[in-house]
């Protein structure tokens, strides 16, 4: 009978035991899926699913680069690491240069790559190369997330060859990454390696099964001289805490004014190409220094602007830590005042 009464009360505490409650990033992740809703998948399942030594197929693997210069500012030119290949294209070394890497189920050719590409050739002449990574097209997205690191050292082998048989200089270099694709350009960073890529802006770095404590699978304040991170939809699909040697937290990092409700942040997730490319053009983006990357989540930074503004081109030279970005529910978005 006491044996019975015993193990009763061992069963009653098991059961009142709480449940760790899923917290996104922290513990697993809430995985898009490709209706627009999510799925809990665990930490445990995530590294046997990433792990897993099954080889992706080559061919949607592919990794294809497209050039855009001021003399064919719509028309890209497909370019590839052959001498010929780059003689007879506009690419001229005495130009920076641009990478655009798009993010899941993206191509070459979508918007964000059409915005970015024209906010930098309003500035001038740059030679602007927009990656376009076959993998990223499938449904589903923990395939495209294998797909990274590949993608990512086949984008630094072609910083590689423009720089060391093209004479493309790596001081004026940067490489631009949404989503998916911010990883993607840390991988290339990593592959150049030594800090040798200038600089890397990660638009709003996706944070499905991207974990922070390992850097060394994402992207990093390492893997650049300078590592900018702009975050719209932090802890949805976006990370919420700092990794590149500035973050800017756009009203707060997580939801952006005017896009409602929002649920699955496809809007928010979004807004931050529309800031990087408005930004580019009008360098119109002031900012709010903070303490700590909590106090800009908050929004408790206080009211005074910085000298800092989003996406400046001086911003490598001087800028590190956080920074609240007070943005219009509309365009034009930024804020100086």
Not at 61 to 67: A, I, Q
Not at 137 to 163: C, F, N, W
Not at 224 to 243: D, L
């Amino acid at each position: 009978m006491r044996v019975l009464i015993a193990l009763s009360i061992l069963l009653a505490s098991a059961t009142a035991v709480p449940i760790e409650e899923p917290v996104n990033g922290e513990n697993g992740w809430l995985v898009p899926q490709e209706d627009g809703s999510f799925e809990w998948m665990s930490i445990q399942d995530a590294e046997e699913l990433l792990d897993s030594s099954v080889p992706i197929e080559r061919r949607s693997n592919e990794v294809s680069f497209y050039l855009y210069t001021q003399k064919n500012p719509t028309e890209g030119q497909e370019i590839s690491a052959d001498a010929t290949s780059v003689q007879n294209s506009y690419f001229n070394k005495d130009h920076g240069t641009r990478f655009v890497i798009h993010g899941w189920k993206g191509r070459y050719t979508d918007s964000m790559n059409v915005d970015i590409t024209k906010a930098w050739l309003s500035r001038g002449d740059y030679n602007v190369i927009v990656v376009n990574w076959d993998r990223s097209q499938s449904v589903d997205y923990a395939m495209s997330v294998r797909a990274v690191p590949g993608a990512g050292t086949k984008v630094g082998e072609m910083i590689e060859y423009l720089h060391e048989h093209h004479g493309m200089s790596l001081e004026t270099l940067k490489v631009i990454g949404h989503s998916l694709g911010a990883h993607v350009a840390g991988y290339a960073g990593k592959q150049v390696g030594g800090k040798r890529v200038h600089t890397i802006v990660g638009l709003d770095p996706a944070l499905p099964l991207f974990s922070y404590d390992t850097p060394d699978k994402r992207l990093s304040s390492e893997d650049a001289f300078y590592v900018e991170s702009i975050q719209t939809n932090g802890g949805v699909k976006g990370f919420v805490k700092p990794i590149g040697k500035a973050t800017f937290y756009v009203s707060g990092g997580k939801k952006q004014p005017g896009c409602g409700v929002d649920l699955a942040g496809t809007c928010s997730h979004a807004r931050s190409v529309l800031y990087y490319s408005e930004a580019v053009t009008q360098d119109g983006f002031g900012s709010i220094q903070c303490q700590d990357y909590q106090a800009a989540l908050d929004n408790k930074c206080g009211s005074t602007f910085s000298n800092v503004r989003l996406a400046e081109e001086r911003n490598a030279n001087h800028v590190e830590g956080y920074f609240y970005v007070p943005v219009n529910s509309e365009a034009p978005f930024g804020k100086t005042e």
